[in-house]
């Protein structure tokens, strides 16, 4: 079975200071991860994907995620914080044979000015 | 370029009650997801068809749930005798079939309230 974990349920942040958003994974085969954000009362939007391709990949709107396998982690970066990025945001998993994500609890970003 | 839309945006009902949800995808995309997700949580996997086919049902999905997609366009969810746990966001959300990972795309969701 395959799940996701996103430590810390609510970051709070300056603008202009790093954000770090955590994700940990658990698949007995190799995954394909998401991260998606959420502005209120939207649906979901995707901020970048992992396909084995690079283990560094970048996203819109100046986010990055590493896939570390060693640590089974994919965690969500951006060097510096905008007022803008305030929203939740889902780490999600999914194998190859089936497109059902699974989805983390979400991660609200608050940014403070 | 037209996104994935949904309607209604909100819907109240009450308890025991039938609704029933229509969901757009892209134009050219062939697979179709539905998700729910309740207050602090993520979504959750409903169903997902490619074409008309139900491809994948979770068991979620009970027999109050039903999900169609007839001509492989559009797709409507009926809830039937509606409880209040039932309250909850659902999304609905499109991808392409070839090549992998697909991508998903979300509508807006349509938000029930069941009183």
């Known amino acids: 079975a395959q799940s996701v974990t996103q430590l810390g349920s609510h970051v709070s942040v300056s603008e202009g200071a790093l954000v770090l958003l955590r994700c940990n994974y658990s698949?007995?085969?190799?995954?394909?991860l998401f991260w998606y954000v959420q502005y209120p009362n939207q649906g979901l939007q995707l901020l970048l994907k992992y396909t084995s391709a690079a283990t560094l990949v970048k996203g819109i709107n100046g986010f990055e995620a590493e896939f570390k396998k060693s640590e089974t982690s994919f965690h969500l970066t951006k060097p510096s914080a905008h007022m803008s990025d305030a929203a939740e945001y889902f780490c999600a998993v999914t194998r190859g044979d089936t497109d059902k994500l699974i989805f983390g609890t979400g991660t609200r970003l608050q940014v403070f000015p | 370029d037209t996104g994935v839309s949904q309607d209604p945006r909100h819907k109240i009902t009450k308890r025991g009650q039938n609704v029933t949800f229509r969901c757009d995808p892209i134009s050219e995309h062939n697979r179709l997801y539905w998700y729910r997700q309740t207050l602090g949580q993520g979504p959750e996997f409903l169903t997902y068809f490619q074409n008309e086919a139900q491809l994948e049902k979770s068991r979620l999905l009970s027999d109050r749930f039903s999900a169609e997609r007839p001509k492989g366009s559009f797709s409507t969810l009926e809830i039937q005798r509606t409880e209040q746990g039932d309250s909850a966001m659902y999304l609905c959300?499109?991808?392409?079939?070839?090549?992998?990972?697909?991508?998903?795309?979300f509508g807006p969701g349509t938000r029930l309230l069941v009183l």
């Open positions: 959300a499109s991808s392409l079939a070839s090549g992998g990972p697909r991508t998903q795309y």
């Open positions: 698949s007995s085969v190799p995954p394909y």
